[in-house]
């Protein structure tokens, strides 16, 4: 009877000892605090950015349109120069002599036809009295009418010759700042001959690419018929410039599944140089009411982006979506996500099922926050 006692008193401190280790565990272990936004339309700028590479709006190349030796080059390479602004010569004396010698012709033919013409006159009351035969007047209308396609000739001649000869000045086709020169003084050129290249820096194009999926979406939500635009240099991205998209091709690339794009953006100090390369941020929407969240806060898995949503029992929940648009400071979420619970800081250990205890927080849609 006294071994029977002692089993159940041992028995009775076991069970003691087995809750109290069970309610020590749970009081190690409280339901933790999160930071949680409840989702509602807010007002964000909408922006996509594309990588390019910045080019000159207007760019030329200086090209000779006759041959013959290069005498003078007029500028240094590197500085700006403007439109018709002479800056090769080419020898002249052969293009100056074409010019007189077709001068020297017209005014033989003048002469000729001058004769031609007095000797119609003469026989023209002599036919009409029947003093001369009408035969010979016709062939001296017919030499008249010979010589006065002659002078035409020659007048379209002199413009030739005149046009060459202005070809040995070689002029700059638009403004802007030369490099090198292609070919160096007392060396012989042809027509068509390359010389030098002009860029007008002082506006570019950008040409980006966005995928049909995002051009419907950008042509669903922008605010202005053509986007706005903003560059910055990949690697400096203090400086931006500003730009205005010009240009949307009219159907896709069947292969890459792309849209092309231009935009036009002014560069009146010159800070980004042609051919470099720049990030594109085509702004879509400056003030527009949208569901979003902070990238930081967007979770991914084998079934694609999600965010934990906190239901009504204070738990977390994988809430997959598909974004219309995200940047690297928003993601934009479906509306119909709008007046859930998001959690708005690292998951750490918490996972799908985890009890919390939520916290609303305070500007969480910036990175970071």
Request: charge should be neutral; hydrophobic fraction near 40%.
């Amino acid at each position: 009877m006294k071994r029977t006692v002692m089993l159940l008193m041992a028995s009775l401190l076991m069970i003691t000892g087995c809750g109290e280790s069970k309610a020590d565990k749970s009081a190690q272990k409280p339901v933790p605090k999160v930071k949680v936004k409840v989702l509602k339309p807010e007002p964000h700028a909408i922006w996509v950015e594309y990588p390019s590479k910045a080019e000159a709006y207007e760019a030329a190349t200086v090209t000779a349109r006759v041959e013959g030796e290069l005498l003078k080059q007029m500028f240094k390479a590197g500085e700006s120069v403007h439109h018709g602004q002479i800056l090769f010569e080419i020898d002249k004396r052969d293009y100056k002599a074409a010019y007189n010698s077709a001068l020297a012709q017209l005014e033989k033919d003048k002469a000729s036809l001058e004769l031609a013409e007095a000797d119609v006159r003469r026989y023209a009351p002599l036919v009409k009295e029947k003093l001369a035969p009408k035969q010979k007047l016709e062939q001296l209308e017919a030499a008249r009418k010979e010589l006065e396609a002659t002078v035409k000739a020659d007048r379209v001649l002199i413009d030739d010759a005149k046009l060459k000869l202005s070809y040995c000045d070689v002029e700059a086709p638009i403004d802007g700042k030369i490099g090198r020169e292609f070919v160096k003084p007392g060396n012989m050129i042809t027509a068509g001959q390359s010389l030098a290249s002009i860029v007008d820096g002082r506006a570019l194009q950008v040409n980006f690419f966005p995928t049909t999926r995002e051009v419907a979406e950008i042509q669903k939500y922008k605010s202005k018929p053509f986007p706005d635009v903003e560059i910055y240099l990949r690697d400096n991205p203090a400086i931006v410039l500003k730009g205005k998209v010009e240009f949307i091709a009219s159907r896709a690339d069947e292969i890459t599944d792309t849209v092309a794009m231009r935009a036009k953006v002014a560069n009146g100090e010159e800070v980004i140089l042609p051919g470099s390369f720049v990030t594109v941020r085509l702004i879509i929407h400056e003030n527009m009411p949208v569901i979003a969240i902070s990238p930081d806060w967007v979770f991914q898995d084998q079934e694609g982006e999600f965010v934990y949503m906190v239901d009504t029992n204070n738990t977390l929940q994988k809430e997959h979506f598909l974004s219309p648009f995200s940047n690297t400071q928003i993601v934009i979420l479906p509306d119909t996500l709008a007046n859930k619970r998001v959690l708005v800081q690292p998951a750490g250990n918490l996972v799908e099922g985890s009890r919390v205890e939520p916290v609303t927080a305070k500007a969480v849609t910036q990175k970071g926050a």
